[in-house]
């Protein structure tokens, strides 16, 4: 294979993309009590979530190893390209850099680019999705590169979550806090800053007046989504998923839409309910 695309598992990979070779997951793992999950094709979403539900402490995770990342550097010809969630909320970027560096001390005339995403889940998804396309252009390493950096600048990522148990029990919210948003079924509409930190943009009282806000945030703010593509990815619930990219697209006109159920990380994070938005 002239290049690679590693993509750690945050990201959803299409069912096009499990059927190239050249597209390699890198799977994090997840830590539930005594319960270990391996991000892969094993995942089963239904049990891990039964099992933080019924855990009183927070799910914790692992990110490849820079040996993993290497390995699959080495499966390319010549070009090897990786796609991270943000560094800003995970290791898999600098393990990924690590690797890069280990990777050219043996083998100089590749090619190796880390992407961090400043994103996660489906934000991935379309970062990856951008790569295949400008390979397919025939684009050269280094204009590739830049034509992905700005792609990533331009992204967008929202969130609404149906529980605040995974921000109570991952320390950003205090008890106190999460306690009263439950009781008062406060929903927070949730995006991510330029530097792949996450930021309270709103709140609604209910998941739908929250979804509608997401839903506002998003269409008052695309430019050219004409030109864009819309991603959603949903936590074990794909007719809100399905409502959400409804009402986006009685609003917009986009180039194409993704709508995909969420892999083992974006569920620890999103938990039973969530709906992540990317365009």
Known sequence: MEYVIVMDSCGERTEAMKQDERVIPAPLTMQVDHYSFVDDDTFDQQDFLKKVAQSPNCPRSACPSPEFYKTAYE??????????????????????????????????????????????????TLITRKIQECEEAGMEFDALVEEVESYIDSQNTYFVLESLDALRKNGRLSNVKAFIATALKIKPVMGSTPEGTIVQLDQARGINKALVKMVDYLTERVEHPEEKVLAISHCNCRARGEMVRDAVLARIRVKDAILLDTGGISTLYASDGGIIMVI
Do not use: C, D
């Open 75 to 124: 499966k390319a010809g010549q070009r090897a390209y990786v796609v991270t969630l943000s560094a800003e909320l995970s290791g898999s970027y600098n393990s990924a850099l690590l690797a890069k560096g280990l990777a050219l001390e043996e083998r100089p005339e590749m090619k190796i680019h880390v992407f961090n995403s400043r994103s996660a889940s489906i934000g991935e």
